[in-house]
């Protein structure tokens, strides 16, 4: 059995990091702090994992026929890249075709119609184990997997691995018995001293691999809900993981509490789904006989042929394609579409939360307080990457209204983000920004019926922001912790290696593209521009069908020039001209092989794992199992208001007009930024002077940190000092009246017991006392004398008995 | 007045004043002596009360065996030849009052007891195996379990059990007591100086 | 004077009395035992004349002679407890053992 296979497999490279986590932290507890076998033992695992994870992805691949080779495209093969092996051919549709026959449906349902959710045979579900039960709802560990699953479990493994190989250089300062932390203060002025955790870290960084694992593995909602928040927690240790600096736990509290506003969202949409729909399973269960006894999530929602959810004409709700066991009622839940809107938008409020999407974005700048290992592993692989998966994976619960609102925000995310990252001047924060604004992208790409777009470039971004991240890493670790990049310049003589590969993901990135340059497709580029290429093009179509939508196009199109701008402004800024700062130059030096062998690694896959774009290997690996109804589009009713959701061949017809234009702007964005900070022919300071206001309002961050601040938090301590008033007044009164009236109680209680309790028995002990003292001289101690006494004794009673009882 | 009447009254009267003469001599020597004539006429009516046995028991036992045994004591314990502890006159006088009042109570206790019928009706003959004096045999039989002083007299099937088990514990009791009384008597090992 | 039940029973009750005053009396060890076979003996008296003049049979005779073997008995003990007594303060006046004085 496949799926059996892929099961044990990705249970394998799910639960090692678990089993590292245990044994590294106690590990750590016992051992030396001056060891490094608890990062050899967390590498180990999620290397481990990764090779399960690539295994997983060929045997799928291997039952699929997608590997099967086309001779056109062999000589791919031999281009040397890592997923080379991994063929190009077009077999998805037959895939599909394979799928649309194998499907489990009611013969009876709605769901039958061929733009219903495929769950075709590439689709593995089931459960693990069956933690609790109650009433009809079954709380239970299952699994899902589908192509996506097995990608994103390649990606987050592979990353990791990196990650993790790259911390052990980074994190060495931690190697030692005493560790000074020169940006945590005691009250007195000095340094903090602290042992180092090395090992701590490593251990959390497991844990992470292992929640992120789960969620990706995850088979129901609630699965998801567990480690969606096992990730939130993973994040606040390793984001306060110098939790002796007030920065550190105030970003790591932040990020948590941000999480928290969403994932009230999350459980609102949580409790409708289950609710309506009876069950948190993606999948469908099926009993021993392999029939279906209760239908899964994604079978549930019917569309019509054109994809559109069928709708009950009357009452506008919408019946659900229960299948069950009952034959007497195939399909009698049904929920109003309202609900149904307030479930998917409760559900992507989660993942607005934990991607850091507009408006609850402000957590991940300031989760840069954590190491740069754990910020690369945040923005790439983990943390914000779950959000957009999420959305991905709920994508068949989603209604038109749900999507626009998904395109919106992703639209405003973008753009902001972006702006900000201009201006910014800490390295990280600005690939922190970049990061936000990429995840709009991806959202928006979701937004617009793009559900392959999003993903794809969910993966590309993965790849080359790691790879952005551990650059970054490793310019702070040359540099001696600076971070500011004004200090910099010049740098790229001093670390050749790291200046190299962060140029390749700022190429990435930008999307910057050489058109027409190989034959084999039309342009030569990085993964950046392909996914993005993709997006904007899924955009363009979604315009051309809804025009009043047009800034959904406008927007990504002008931010894909800020994009280029900022990213090469800081690759200027940083490696180029001249030293800013002689001191740091002077110190700075390249970083071991350890930290640079994962950046070469993440390069190879930054550049050219997106090769071939849309017909490449690793769109067509996400979109093996993609929704049914996603491919066809959705044609509005004209008039209606509707949206129309444009189909695959929508969005091809305008992926050159798109690609075409995204270029021209990630161009001009970087020749502007090279204008600016490549040369010196312009003043950037003097256009800093000039636009001073807009400035300012970029560097606050669109003042959104302010507004959160007089909205919330003044409000709340207003509340607050009411309520300390109250307490103060009211509450400590009353209290202190009782204390008082308790006093006045207690000091008659006092004397009662003086008097009365303590009197009565002191009279007892010394009653008692005296009489035995009076007793005592009878006891003479003479032997003659108690004779005499008995014999007294003896008389006395038979005189009482004889005139007792006389005769 | 006829035989037995008469050495009723002798060993009676015997007993008595021997007893007396006991409470009022002064000397240990003197005490043990009026102590063998009280004891010996105290066999003798147990012989006339047919209790042979006993009786016997009671002049090799008490007058043969404890009697010497307390000779032994106070020469042992003697401090001088004729050493008295003399007990004040007043005292004396005390317990003879105290005595007297209790003899008075015992006697007067004694005359008003009304003995019941059965009892009564017997008391001129006895138990027929009491009555005959040869009491040896059946006090044997009795340690060893069977009664015939009470089996012979009733008319029912049932047997009334004998004095095996006490006959036991009082021999193991005996054993204990000579180990006990050697273990206690036994010359100590004393300080030096201290006697 | 007839030696029916009352005679013995008075006998034995001169006896007892002897014994207990012998006991209250004698400041000399060996005298307060004697007075302790005095007062055993008086018991005696009677357990044999209730044999005798009762249809109780054997029971009287048998509890004589235990009582005289447990005096036998009692009267070795007693003895080493003199014994030992005299070792200890040099005589035997029962007057000086006050040590359970109160």
């Known amino acids: 059995m496949v799926g059996e296979t892929l099961r044990n497999l990705l249970m394998i490279a799910w639960l090692l990091p678990l089993a590292g986590f245990a044994v590294e932290i106690f590990g750590g507890f016992w051992g030396s702090r001056k060891s490094r076998v608890a990062a050899w033992m967390s590498v180990g695992c999620i290397g481990v994992g990764f090779l399960c994870s690539l295994s997983a992805l060929l045997i799928w691949g291997n039952s699929n026929n997608f590997w099967k080779v086309t001779h056109d495209s062999e000589h791919h093969a031999e281009a040397g890249h890592a997923e080379a092996g991994h063929a190009e051919a077009g077999h998805a549709e037959a895939g599909h075709a394979e799928a649309g026959t194998d499907q489990h449906k009611s013969p009876d349902s709605v769901a039958s119609s061929a733009a219903s959710v495929v769950l075709g045979k590439t689709v593995f579900s089931g459960t693990l184990y069956s933690l609790a039960r109650f009433g009809s709802l079954d709380i239970s560990l299952d699994y899902y997997i589908d192509s996506l699953t097995l990608v994103m479990f390649t990606m987050v493994t592979f990353i990791a691995t990196c990650i993790h190989l790259f911390a052990m250089g980074y994190m060495s300062e931690e190697l030692t018995e005493e560790f000074v932390d020169h940006s945590a203060h005691l009250s007195n002025g000095h340094h903090v001293h602290r042992p180092g955790r090395y090992y701590r870290f490593f251990a959390f960084l497991s844990l992470f691999c292992f929640s992120m694992l789960g969620l990706v593995l995850a088979g129901n909602i609630f699965q998801v809900f567990i480690f969606w928040e096992l990730v939130g927690i993973c994040s606040f240790l390793l984001i306060g993981f110098y939790t002796e600096r007030k920065s550190a736990c105030n970003a790591a509290n932040k990020a948590f509490i941000m999480n928290r506003v969403g994932d009230f969202g999350f459980l609102i949409g949580l409790m409708v789904l289950w609710t309506f729909f009876g069950t948190f399973r993606f999948g469908n269960t099926v009993d021993a006989k392999g029939e279906v006894v209760q239908a899964g999530l994604f079978q549930m929602l019917p569309r019509d042929e054109t994809g559109n959810v069928l709708r009950d004409a009357a009452s506008g709700d919408v019946k659900l394609g229960a299948v069950t066991a009952a034959p007497e009622s195939p399909s009698s839940r049904t929920i109003p579409y309202s609900l149904l809107v307030v479930a998917g938008l409760g559900v992507f409020a989660g993942c607005v939360g934990k991607s850091a999407q507009f408006p609850l974005q402000t957590w991940l700048p300031d989760a840069m307080e954590g190491p740069t290992p754990v910020s690369a592993l945040v923005h790439s692989a983990t943390m914000v990457a779950a959000g957009v998966y999420l959305v991905g994976r709920f994508y068949p619960m989603f209604v038109q209204e749900v999507l626009l609102t998904i395109a919106y925000v992703g639209c405003i995310t973008l753009f902001m983000a972006a702006t900000i990252a201009m201006v910014a001047t800490d390295i990280k924060k600005v690939l922190a920004y970049s990061t936000i604004s990429q995840l709009g992208y991806m959202m928006l790409g979701l937004g617009v019926f793009g559900w392959g777009a999003g993903l794809f470039h969910l993966i590309t971004h993965a790849f080359f922001k790691s790879l952005m991240f551990l650059c970054s890493g490793s310019v702070i670790y040359g540099c001696h912790h600076e971070q500011e990049m004004p200090k910099m310049g010049g740098l790229w ?91 740091i130059h002077d110190h700075c030096h390249e970083s071991p092989w350890i930290m640079t062998g994962p950046l070469l690694a993440l390069s190879v896959f930054a550049a050219f794992c997106a090769i071939g774009g849309e017909t490449g290997p690793l769109y067509r690996l996400i979109t093996g199992d993609q929704p049914a109804h996603v491919a066809h589009g959705i044609a509005g009713a004209v008039g209606s208001g509707e949206l129309t959701l444009p189909g695959h061949e929508a969005i091809h017809a305008v992926h050159g007009t798109a690609g075409t234009l995204a270029l021209i702007a990630a161009a001009s964005g970087t020749f502007i930024a090279w204008l600016l900070y490549g040369t010196t022919l312009v003043n950037v300071a003097e256009i800093k002077r000039q636009l001073s206001g807009l400035h300012g309002f970029l560097a606050n961050k669109w003042h959104f940190d302010e507004l959160y601040d007089g909205l919330f938090m003044q409000p709340s301590h207003v509340v607050g000092q009411c309520c300390v008033w109250i307490d103060k007044t009211v509450f400590d009164g009353i209290i202190h009246a009782s204390a008082k009236v308790m006093i006045f109680v207690s000091k008659w209680d006092k004397l009662f017991d003086e008097a009365v309790v303590d009197g009565f028995v002191n009279l007892l002990g010394n009653s008692t006392f005296a009489v035995g003292r009076s007793l005592r001289v009878i006891q003479t101690g003479r032997l003659r004398q108690y004779v005499m006494f008995i014999v007294v004794g003896v008389v006395a009673l038979f005189a009482i008995l004889f005139t007792t009882f006389p005769g | 007045m006829n035989g037995e009447s008469f050495l ?44 042979d046995f006993v009786g016997a028991a009671q002049l090799l036992i008490y007058v043969g065996g404890t009697l010497v045994l307390l000779v032994f004591g106070v020469m042992l314990t003697a401090s001088g030849p004729y050493l008295k502890i003399i007990t004040s006159p007043g005292e004396i006088i005390m317990g003879s009052c105290v005595g007297l009042l209790f003899l008075f109570v015992v006697f007067a206790s004694l005359d008003g007891v009304k003995w019941r019928e059965p009892s009564v009706a017997a008391m001129a003959t006895g138990n027929p195996v009491v009555a005959t004096g040869n009491t040896l045999r059946p006090i044997g039989l009795s340690f060893l379990g069977s009664r015939p002083d009470q089996d012979l007299i009733s008319d029912g099937d049932d047997l009334t059990p004998g004095y095996l088990l006490p006959f036991e514990i009082v021999s193991v009791h005996l054993l204990v007591v000579l180990i006990g009384a050697a273990y206690l008597a036994r010359a100590k090992r004393r300080p030096v100086g201290s006697g | 004077m007839t030696a029916d039940l009352n005679s013995y029973l008075f006998v034995g009750a001169v006896l007892f009395v002897c014994g207990v005053v012998c006991m209250a009396t004698k400041r000399n060890g060996i005298g307060v035992l004697m007075g302790v076979e005095l007062v055993l003996n008086g018991a005696n008296v009677n357990f044999v004349a209730f044999a005798r003049y009762t249809d109780l049979g054997l029971d009287g005779q048998v509890f004589s002679l235990f009582v005289i073997v447990l005096a036998a008995a009692e009267a070795a003990v007693a003895l080493a407890i003199a014994l030992n007594f005299y070792n200890n303060h040099l005589t035997i006046d029962v007057d000086r053992a006050n040590k359970l004085k109160g």
């Open chain 1, 493 to 583: 003589r001093k670390m050749p290696i790291t200046a190299f590969t962060m140029l390749v993901g700022v190429i990435a990135i930008s999307g910057l593209a050489i058109p027409g340059l190989v034959n084999w497709c039309s342009v030569f580029a990085f993964s950046g521009y392909f996914s993005k290429d993709a997006v904007v093009a899924t955009s363009l179509a979604f315009v051309k069908g809804n025009p009043t939508h047009f800034l959904l196009f406008i927007v990504p199109l002008v931010t894909a020039g800020l994009t280029a701008f900022y990213m090469f402004r800081l690759w200027f800024f940083t490696f180029a001209g001249k030293p800013r700062d002689q001191h």
């Open chain 2, 8 to 51: 009723f009254t002798v060993f009676a009267l015997a007993t008595c004043l021997g007893a007396i003469a006991v409470v009022f001599s002064q000397t240990v020597v003197r005490m043990a002596f009026w102590l063998v004539i009280s004891l010996g006429s105290t066999a003798a009516l147990f012989f006339l009360a047919k209790a």
